[in-house]
């Protein structure tokens, strides 16, 4: 359903864009959003996009960190400028579909911040 992309190793204070490819409209999902995996930490939500096109940020992504969707393409992605070595982890995407309210998850896509 989700194919996340998009991650590898960057040096601190570069860039990444992360992409998660739905099979099905983005039309039909109430919210699509990234999390990310540290390892020994618990999955955490980074940025959040809604069916109206609202966004929500963790507090740490702040101006770092730019979530968007494109109809055309039924993908979303995060834009990660700036990024930190507290960054790394491994990127899920996740999409919660209308009606049902069924969740899917993508397969992960590690992102590396290292010099």
């Known amino acids: 359903q989700l194919q996340a992309s998009g991650g590898g190793l960057v040096q601190p204070g570069g860039s990444l864009r992360l992409s998660c490819a739905a099979s099905?409209?983005?039309?039909?999902?109430?919210?699509m959003t990234w999390y990310h995996q540290a390892p020994g930490k618990q999955r955490e939500l980074v940025a959040t996009i809604k069916y109206d096109g609202s966004i929500n940020y963790e507090e740490s992504v702040k101006g770092r960190f730019t979530i968007s969707k494109s109809y055309a393409k039924n993908t979303v992605y995060l834009q990660m400028n700036s990024l930190k070595p507290e960054d790394a982890a491994v990127y899920y995407c996740n999409a919660e579909q209308a009606i049902t309210g069924e969740n899917y998850w993508g397969q992960g896509t590690l992102v590396t911040v290292s010099s």
């Open positions: 099905r409209s983005v039309f039909s999902f109430v919210a």
